[in-house]
């Protein structure tokens, strides 16, 4: 018996895909690509969408598009979860913002609203909330003050594609919100990532970024640059600082495929979550992440607490030896790793929260299939273990 962190979402259709790119000889991005990213703003919800390398390209994308329009001027303070993957936080210091980290609620894992109200000072210009693991912030509270102090709200999606708030798609309630699609991701198209926004002109940019900073994948219509009628000189004419982000054609036409299954593979995942939620009363010492709202549940976060709080080393090991993947819950408390020297950066109060789930914290994953029997599976290594340290 294994229990790994993800199982495979593609069968023959995803194949077909792929093989009829090779067959069209159109590579790099096209055709494909332009129909997934108008499917996906469909699935979400949203008027634009823009599919690139990866979730940390999104993320990437968002936050220069922000600075180029105008918006997010560099040294402004961001309000940041002090839990979350590192590129959340890489691309405002690449873009000379002030990351500000704020402690995160102990039991959703998302930030911590009285702590978010307690951190804003008059540089403060964004809040980049991060769904973690699957699971919405209080999107509520969060909207009232960023409205109250005029700040942006953002949101880095990337592990909570398919996750609900009051009736919204998460990565649609914010400025932008970003996804990955990565392979262990709700939808897989190898590597890849898409971020959504529904203002026209926050669009434009990222067109341009993602690509060089040219003008040539922008509208004829565009608002931030009126195109001249010459192809020639719009192949290659630069209007602002790009990269190039751009996905691969056939990871547009794999993303076509899994959007046709994903309501099924969101099901799936929500059953798994019920039945983990239901077998692990038997742990009363290993707390949970709280579910608000309609969560994607990306996998199966937990926090060793009474007699099991300095186990964590112990139980990896077991899980390791019975053929379970476990991982950090993303990066733990993020200011505790070595990268923190590279930003500008302060912490306006203790990160209590985010402290325990670095020392005391793990996940599993959860699967687009039925995974009832390796979490009975699960269940019975943990008796095994707790019985073991008795």
Same mark, same amino acid.
């Given at each position: 018996?294994?229990?790994?962190?993800?199982?495979?979402?593609?069968?023959?259709?995803?194949?077909?895909? &792929?093989?009829?790119?090779?067959?069209?000889?159109?590579?790099?991005?096209?055709? $494909?690509?332009?129909?997934?990213?108008?499917?996906?703003?469909?699935?979400?919800?949203?008027?634009?969408?823009?599919?690139?390398?990866?979730?940390?390209? /999104? !993320?990437?994308?968002?936050? /220069?598009?922000?600075?180029?329009?105008? &918006?997010?001027? *560099?040294?402004?303070?961001?309000?940041?979860? /002090?839990?979350?993957?590192?590129?959340?936080?890489?691309?405002?210091?690449?873009?000379?913002?002030?990351?500000?980290?704020?402690?995160?609620?102990?039991?959703?894992? !998302?930030?911590?609203?009285?702590?978010?109200?307690?951190?804003?000072?008059?540089?403060?210009?964004?809040?980049?909330?991060? $769904?973690?693991?699957? =699971?919405?912030?209080?999107?509520?509270?969060?909207?009232?003050?960023?409205?109250?102090? $005029?700040?942006?709200?953002?949101?880095?999606?990337?592990?909570?594609?398919?996750?609900?708030?009051?009736?919204?798609?998460?990565?649609?309630?914010?400025?932008?919100?970003?996804?990955?699609?990565?392979?262990?991701?709700?939808?897989?198209?190898?590597?890849?990532?898409?971020?959504?926004?529904?203002?026209?002109?926050?669009?434009?940019?990222?067109?341009?970024?993602? /690509?060089?900073?040219?003008?040539? !994948?922008?509208?004829?219509?565009?608002?931030?640059?009126?195109?001249?009628?010459?192809?020639?000189?719009?192949?290659? $004419?630069?209007?602002?600082?790009?990269?190039?982000?751009?996905?691969?054609?056939?990871?547009?036409?794999?993303? @076509?495929?899994?959007?046709?299954?994903?309501?099924?593979? @969101?099901?799936?995942?929500?059953? =798994?979550?019920?039945?983990?939620?239901? *077998?692990?009363?038997?742990?009363?010492?290993?707390?949970?992440?709280?579910?608000?709202?309609?969560?994607?549940?990306?996998?199966?976060?937990?926090?060793?607490?009474?007699?099991?709080?300095?186990?964590?080393?112990?139980?990896?090991?077991?899980?390791?030896?019975?053929?379970?993947?476990?991982?950090?819950?993303?990066?733990?408390?993020?200011?505790?790793?070595?990268?923190?020297?590279?930003?500008?950066?302060? &912490?306006?109060?203790? @990160?209590?929260?985010?402290?325990?789930?670095?020392?005391?914290?793990?996940?599993?994953?959860?699967?687009?299939? !039925? =995974?009832?029997?390796?979490?009975?599976?699960?269940?019975?290594? &943990?008796?095994?273990?707790?019985?073991?340290?008795?």
């Amino acid at each position: 018996m294994k229990y790994l962190l993800c199982d495979n979402p593609w069968n023959d259709e995803e194949i077909q895909a &792929i093989s009829d790119v090779i067959e069209s000889g159109m590579y790099s991005m096209s055709k $494909n690509v332009a129909e997934y990213e108008k499917k996906f703003a469909e699935y979400v919800g949203s008027k634009y969408a823009v599919m690139v390398s990866s979730g940390s390209a /999104a !993320n990437l994308l968002g936050i /220069a598009a922000l600075v180029y329009a105008g &918006i997010l001027p *560099r040294g402004s303070e961001v309000l940041v979860p /002090a839990v979350s993957w590192s590129t959340t936080f890489s691309p405002l210091e690449q873009f000379g913002m002030k990351l500000v980290f704020v402690d995160i609620d102990r039991d959703t894992l !998302n930030i911590s609203i009285d702590k978010t109200k307690n951190a804003i000072s008059p540089d403060t210009k964004m809040i980049f909330a991060v $769904n973690l693991l699957g =699971n919405p912030n209080y999107f509520d509270e969060l909207k009232k003050i960023c409205e109250e102090h $005029n700040l942006i709200l953002a949101e880095d999606n990337c592990e909570s594609l398919g996750a609900v708030y009051k009736g919204k798609a998460l990565g649609t309630i914010g400025f932008f919100g970003t996804y990955s699609t990565f392979y262990s991701h709700h939808i897989c198209t190898m590597e890849g990532g898409v971020i959504v926004t529904d203002d026209k002109i926050l669009y434009e940019y990222m067109l341009a970024i993602r /690509a060089h900073g040219w003008t040539r !994948n922008l509208p004829e219509d565009s608002t931030i640059y009126q195109k001249k009628d010459d192809l020639f000189y719009e192949s290659f $004419n630069f209007i602002v600082p790009g990269f190039n982000l751009r996905p691969l054609e056939m990871e547009g036409a794999i993303g @076509l495929k899994q959007l046709q299954k994903i309501d099924r593979m @969101l099901e799936n995942r929500r059953k =798994n979550a019920a039945y983990f939620k239901e *077998r692990m009363k038997e742990f009363p010492q290993i707390r949970l992440q709280k579910e608000v709202e309609q969560s994607s549940w990306f996998g199966f976060s937990m926090v060793l607490t009474g007699d099991l709080a300095g186990k964590r080393a112990e139980l990896v090991k077991a899980l390791n030896e019975a053929h379970i993947e476990c991982r950090p819950i993303v990066a733990g408390n993020f200011t505790r790793n070595t990268i923190i020297k590279y930003m500008d950066y302060r &912490i306006p109060e203790e @990160l209590v929260n985010a402290d325990d789930v670095h020392d005391h914290g793990l996940f599993i994953g959860n699967h687009s299939q !039925n =995974n009832s029997v390796q979490i009975d599976y699960f269940i019975e290594t &943990i008796h095994k273990f707790i019985k073991g340290i008795k």
